[in-house]
């Protein structure tokens, strides 16, 4: 079992910046490759950003790319998510996942082949 919590979450203006992180616990963090993905009202839940196991390869939405920088520390079991110039449309429910997949960047932004997930931290950002 993996648990994952998020934080960081919170009410920011358009063009601000805000860090989610979120902690690991459980089996061994460095195994597995990490993502954050978001939920809008009414909206699917869609992939964000993604990171392989060392922290070596990232994979980004386009919406986000430039903007999101995804990063990890296995010594701490930590994954952090960045995001600046923030935007109205990046209004979500932001959530972190897990899982032992094998690194390919057709496969890290779909949402069914990550097996752990966090409850979910609300980012709004106001215009």
């Known amino acids: 079992q993996v648990q994952l919590v998020e934080s960081g979450g919170g009410l920011v203006q358009a063009g601000d910046s805000l860090r989610l992180s979120c902690a690991a616990s459980?089996?061994?963090?460095?195994?597995?490759?990490m993502a954050w993905f978001r939920q809008a009202p009414g909206k699917e839940r869609e992939f964000v950003a993604a990171?392989?196991?060392?922290?070596?390869?990232?994979y980004y939405a386009d919406s986000v790319r430039g903007r999101f920088t995804i990063s990890r520390d296995n010594a701490k079991n930590t994954v952090d998510l960045q995001m600046t110039s923030l935007k109205p449309e990046d209004t979500a429910v932001y959530y972190c996942?897990?899982?032992?997949?094998?690194?390919?960047?057709?496969?890290?932004?779909?949402?069914?082949?990550?097996?752990?997930w966090g409850q979910g931290t609300q980012v709004t950002v106001s215009s």
């Open positions: 459980g089996r061994t963090f460095s195994n597995y490759a």
């Open positions: 990171i392989n196991w060392s922290g070596s390869s990232t």
């Open positions: 996942a897990a899982d032992k997949l094998r690194w390919r960047t057709a496969l890290v932004g779909i949402r069914s082949e990550y097996y752990y």
